[in-house]
């Protein structure tokens, strides 16, 4: 979980504080409830849901002003699922920009403001969250599908 944070919060000339590292760790795995006996679990022994919070909480320790996630809950549970949407509107809220990058309508609908649907390789939509739904998203597809023919 600390790998990606390792150089720049937890280190000062090449030694790492591991209380630092051990204290951030736990403080994480509490806040985005990952299922695990300790930290030093190893990630691979967890379900899925909790890799991919591990995964989260692994680029969250950076404390990017930006984040990427593409595909965040696929091959999740529902309830994992569910606490990754938290987590990610928890971030927006902090002012945090988050891109979400996802082939599941319902998923974008949820938790994002704004939506670009893309075609072929462009946008061909761009839908706000007061006007979007899943017809207006098929349909951003669809005209621009018979544009080309």
């Not at 595909?71 to 938290?86: M, S």
């Not at 920009?97 to 072929?120: H, K, M, P």
Request: one cysteine or more; charged letters at 25%.
């Amino acid at each position: 979980m600390t790998l990606a944070a390792l150089r720049n919060f937890f280190s000062k000339r090449g030694i790492v504080n591991k209380n630092d590292e051990i204290i951030s760790a736990e403080n994480y795995r509490k806040k985005i409830n990952v299922k695990t006996n300790s930290i030093n679990q190893s990630v691979s022994s967890l379900s899925g849901g909790n890799q991919q919070k591990v995964v989260l909480a692994k680029w969250m320790l950076t404390q990017p002003d930006i984040l990427i996630l593409d595909e965040p809950t696929r091959g999740i549970d529902i309830g994992a699922k569910y606490e990754i949407y938290c987590i990610i509107n928890d971030l927006a809220k902090a002012g945090k920009a988050i891109l979400v990058i996802s082939s599941e309508l319902q998923e974008l609908i949820g938790t994002c403001d704004r939506i670009y649907v893309i075609n072929g390789g462009h946008i061909c939509g761009e839908l706000t969250r007061e006007e979007v739904s899943q017809e207006k998203i098929m349909k951003c597809i669809m005209e621009d599908n018979g544009k080309e023919e």
